[in-house]
């Protein structure tokens, strides 16, 4: 099959991979039939990730632009590097170890026209542990009190987004595995339209395997998300922290003067004064976070003119 090279390719395809040289090329195929069939011109652009196989071989052989990490530096780096180089209007990201069936990719373009981004959520059919379904849903209910809105999937790395949006918010991206979780927050802080596709996740088949733990990392996720949330809507979690703390102030007092018949005390004065510190550090975060987000509105004329 002929590989479609255009000066300005519609659909940009990146995949980021690390050591996934038995399942890449497979990968790849399957994705140029999927995009030739819908008529789309396109690129797919491979991140090795620092991979010790053939990985990146194999897939320059199978038809796609590969860029190479000189070493591991993270699947968010190595999307954030197929963010920059991609030349597509559309931007559609998706793993290189086989949990996203490339058929979906159609399901994902339909609904991009009224949404700015679309992302591929986890159906009741997905091949998943259940450790993992429930650490999603956790994620997923934080996720939805920050962002104001439902949240289906926050961790789902198969998605389709508009290049220029994704571009705008590059800086913000870490360059670890919560890259999806930002991005999500990210378009919905703006203001961008949010929707998901319900697709079948199945199970890795490359040669990586998740490195996730769920009693060593479950800690980890939870303030992963917590810094998130700070990130992007500090009141949601200063003004409930500041109104818990004074509350506690008052009620110890209460219990002092009513039932021990004790001078309202300086725990209790601790506590309300660390009430107010913490709602006005709310406040500056606040601020902050829109600082940031001014930046990023500054520079969309520009990365859609790229």
Known sequence: MPIRRTKTPRISVVMPAFNECDVIGDIIKQIRVVVEEIDESYEIIVIDDGSADDTAQIARSAGATVIQHPYNIGNGAAIKTGIRAARGSILITLDGDGQHDPNDIPKLLENLGPYDMVVGSRNSESDTAAHRDVANMVFNSLASYVAGRKIEDLTSGFRAVKTHIARQF???????????????????????????????????????????????????????????????????????????????????????????????GQTSALLLSTAVLTFMVGLVSEQIAQLRFDRSESNTHINADE
């Open 170 to 264: 590059v800086y913000l991206l870490p360059n670890t595995f919560s890259y999806p979780s930002t991005l999500t927050l990210s378009v919905v802080r703006a203001g961008y339209s949010l929707g998901y596709q319900p697709i079948r996740f199945a199970r890795r088949i490359g040669k990586t395997k998740s490195k996730i733990n769920p009693l060593r990392d479950g800690l980890r996720f939870l303030m992963i998300i917590l810094k998130i949330a700070v990130f992007y809507a500090p009141l949601k979690i200063f003004v409930p922290l500041s109104a818990l703390i004074f509350l506690l102030g008052v009620a110890y007092g209460l219990m002092r003067i009513f039932l021990l018949h004790a001078p309202y």
